[in-house]
């Protein structure tokens, strides 16, 4: 069973870069079907989609946070990551890692556990 | 903002049917799909493609499209099913997929 396990800095400072990593276990980033997302959600509110990228690194990015949003992938390591660059006191969220695909119709199937961001100096 | 729009909240009493609406135009071509989020816990997916269910999913949990609203039905609504509800679709034009705010179901 897949299982997803993001990781990376709890706090990160304004003005710098958030950057984390989700790893893949018990089964291949490579395979074709599935795409893999970045989510997040600020205490006490909804969910947004950041990005998502394919393992032959296609990606697609919400446009409200294109601009300062990279998704990448290393197949060697079963792993994606997400850099999001300038970073405010409006990045501090729940950021998720999670997995898409036909099998559903595109809807997420499996999620990581999430992982805390704090934007404070 | 969210694209999708949703109840803020919906209460029903154990044992009775909750309907949760979800409306936006992004929902007149594209699927919808539905997240249960608990307390301190990553979503789980419930419906997918409007209606479908992953397997695991209870029976007593539905749901339903038309035109640009998605439903979330949960018949025989249980003291574990209180938690928060997300809608998801599809957005073709700018590639990108997009929630509804949250629904906070209470069984009271």
């Known amino acids: 069973q897949v299982q997803l396990q993001g990781s990376g800095p709890g706090l990160v400072k304004p003005s710098q870069t958030l950057s984390l990593t989700c790893t893949v276990s018990?089964?291949?980033?490579?395979?074709?079907?599935?795409?893999w997302n970045w989510l997040r959600q600020p205490a006490g509110k909804g969910l947004e989609w950041i990005g998502r990228i394919y393992s032959s690194g296609r990606t697609n990015y919400n446009p409200s946070l294109k601009s300062r949003v990279t998704i990448s992938v290393d197949t060697s390591k079963n792993q994606f990551s997400l850099k999001l660059t300038s970073v405010t006191a409006a990045d501090t969220a729940m950021y998720y890692c999670?997995?898409?695909?036909?099998?559903?119709?595109?809807?997420?199937?499996?999620w990581g556990q999430g992982t805390m961001v704090t934007v404070s100096s | 903002s969210y694209e999708l729009t949703q109840p803020p909240s919906v209460s029903v009493s154990p044992g009775q049917t909750a309907s949760i609406s979800c409306s936006g135009d992004?929902?007149?071509?594209?699927?919808a799909c539905w997240y249960r989020q608990k307390p301190g816990q990553s979503p789980v997916l419930v419906i997918y493609?409007?209606?479908k269910r992953p397997s695991g999913i209870p029976e007593r949990f539905s749901g339903s499209h038309s035109g640009n609203t998605a439903t979330l039905t949960i018949s025989g609504t249980q003291a574990m099913d209180e938690a928060d509800y997300y809608c998801?679709?599809?957005?073709?034009?700018?590639?990108?997929?997009?929630f509804g705010g949250g629904t906070k179901l209470t069984v009271l």
């Open positions: 992004k929902l007149e071509d594209n699927y």
């Open positions: 998801q679709a599809w957005d073709g034009n700018t590639a990108d997929w997009v």
């Open positions: 999670s997995r898409g695909g036909d099998g559903y119709n595109g809807a997420f199937d499996v």
């Open positions: 493609q409007n209606y």
């Open positions: 018990g089964g291949s980033i490579s395979s074709g079907v599935y795409y």
